[in-house]
């Protein structure tokens, strides 16, 4: 089942195209749209539905109310609440929810626009809701090897990113720090259309070193952490949706510049709880030192009465993820 799944989606996928309209209507009957090769979220899904029922697969219209457009209020939910349509399919004994206008999506997944609360299942016998909430982790994952001295910093960067992390990449061009002179010739993009593997981004740059006073003060992760707490309000009423569960792991390793020692590294810190996580470790040795900075917030969405917890957790991560490493002179350390 999973293989008629799959090749039925793929099919739809390939040659049909979605106008960017939603709507939980049909835009035109299934010889136009077979003719034409191109409808809106509707046509495209309901197409599919009648595709994977014709195969022996059991699926049926989800109708939903998308993330802009509000929540359906599952008391008296009425008609102008819905403004989507997806997939519902029974694959393997499992149900599974796609949408086939997401062609760089995998496709046993909805698009983030579709994830909001609860969807009802629309059939002939009978109407139930089913729940949007994703419960697994989509991440994005930083190495970084920096070589400095006095005036220059080398760096090579590894991203890889999986689920819906891995979709954003897919769908948006690279972003590049302007204060960073990024090598052209070094940038390496893996498994763009292959959506059954993670996303890989790789490039070189150069960046000015801090220095002062005769130490290098370095951000280990070069500014690819969080810099400011992206929550604001003293108290909240509503909870923090974070849309899928996140996990972020930075690594650098500080080659360590040629005539200079340590002078400051951070502590080391260990959050485990049902909310969240956080590490943070530094490894030291003659030649290199290794940072490495893993957090993962564990919930799609944490209610009002968990907002001051999840509010302090980013200021953790604000903090220790644009904290300092500080080299100083061999002779300054010996004349101490």
């Not at 190495?143 to 999986?162: C, F, H, K, W």
């Not at 590294?265 to 003659?286: A, C, Q, R, T």
Request: charged residues 25%; contains cysteine; proline residues 4%.
């Amino acid at each position: 089942e999973s293989e008629k799944f799959n090749l039925v989606m793929d099919y739809v996928k390939h040659n049909y195209n979605w106008n960017n309209f939603n709507d939980k209507f049909a835009s035109k009957s299934p010889k136009e749209f077979v003719d034409e090769k191109v409808g809106n979220c509707a046509d495209l899904n309901l197409f599919t539905i009648g595709l994977l029922n014709s195969v022996g697969i059991e699926s049926h219209p989800l109708i939903i109310s998308t993330r802009n457009h509000g929540k359906v209020y599952v008391d008296y939910p009425f008609s102008h609440f819905f403004n989507y349509v997806i997939i519902a399919a029974k694959v393997d004994g499992k149900m599974v929810l796609a949408d086939a206008t997401e062609i760089l999506s995998k496709n046993n997944r909805i698009p983030t626009r579709c994830i909001n609360d609860k969807g009802l299942l629309v059939q002939k016998d009978k109407n139930e809701w089913i729940d949007l909430y994703c419960t697994f982790a989509s991440s994005l994952s930083f190495y970084m090897q920096v070589a400095i001295d006095e005036s220059d910093m080398a760096v090579d960067l590894n991203l890889t990113g999986t689920e819906y992390d891995a979709l954003n990449l897919r769908k948006s061009k690279p972003e590049f720090n302007e204060n960073y002179n990024v090598i052209d010739s070094t940038i390496q993009i893996k498994n763009q259309k292959d959506i059954t593997k993670p996303y890989k981004l790789k490039y070189s740059y150069t960046a000015k070193t801090e220095f002062i006073n005769d130490k290098i003060y370095v951000s280990p992760f070069l500014n690819e952490v969080l810099s400011d707490n992206p929550l604001k309000q003293e108290e909240r009423k509503y909870p923090v949706d974070m849309i899928y569960p996140q996990r972020r792991s930075f690594s650098s390793t500080l080659l360590n510049p040629e005539g200079y020692m340590l002078d400051y590294v951070p502590k080391n810190l260990n959050i485990s709880n049902d909310l969240f996580e956080l590490s943070y470790s530094v490894g030291k040795s003659d030649d290199k030192t290794v940072i490495v900075l893993g957090y993962y917030f564990k919930k799609p969405s944490y209610n009002p009465n968990e907002y001051s917890k999840i509010k302090d957790y980013f200021d953790v991560i604000v903090k220790k993820g644009n904290e300092k490493v500080v080299f100083v002179k061999d002779e300054i350390v010996e004349h101490k």
